[in-house]
């Protein structure tokens, strides 16, 4: 079993940056590839970033990619989402996962564990 708490949520204006961390814990949380998914109200939950188990290989959505960067510490066992010029539409839960497999990780169904979300409002 894994567990996963993010943090660092919060307000910020648009143009604004926020830094979002996911700390895993239990089983082999090091080992395993993280994502970064978010859900606006009334939408569905969509994919925003994520890394294979070693940091070595990211991935981004078209939409967050060159102000989105994904990073994690293996030694601390947390995985961090630093957000940069904050637009309204990034607006939304964000969510941390956990996926037990190397492949498909933009795709929300490969992941087995999940936070329970942080909240990011960017005001225009």
């Known amino acids: 079993q894994v567990q996963l708490v993010e943090s660092g949520g919060g307000l910020v204006q648009a143009g604004g940056s926020l830094r979002l961390s996911c700390a895993a814990s239990?089983?082999?949380?090091?080992?395993?590839?993280m994502g970064w998914f978010r859900q606006a109200p009334g939408t569905e939950r969509e994919f925003v970033a994520a890394?294979?188990?070693?940091?070595?290989?990211?991935y981004y959505a078209d939409s967050v990619k060159g102000r989105f960067t994904l990073s994690r510490d293996n030694a601390k066992n947390t995985v961090y989402l630093q957000m940069t010029s904050l637009r309204p539409e990034d607006t939304a839960v964000y969510y941390c996962?956990?996926?037990?497999?190397?492949?498909?990780?933009?795709?929300?169904?490969?992941?087995?564990?999940w936070g329970q979300g942080t909240q990011v409002t960017v005001s225009s």
């Open positions: 996962a956990a996926a037990t497999g190397n492949y498909g990780l933009t795709y929300r169904a490969q992941y087995q564990y």
């Open positions: 239990g089983r082999t949380a090091s080992t395993l590839p």
């Open positions: 890394t294979n188990w070693s940091g070595g290989r990211t």
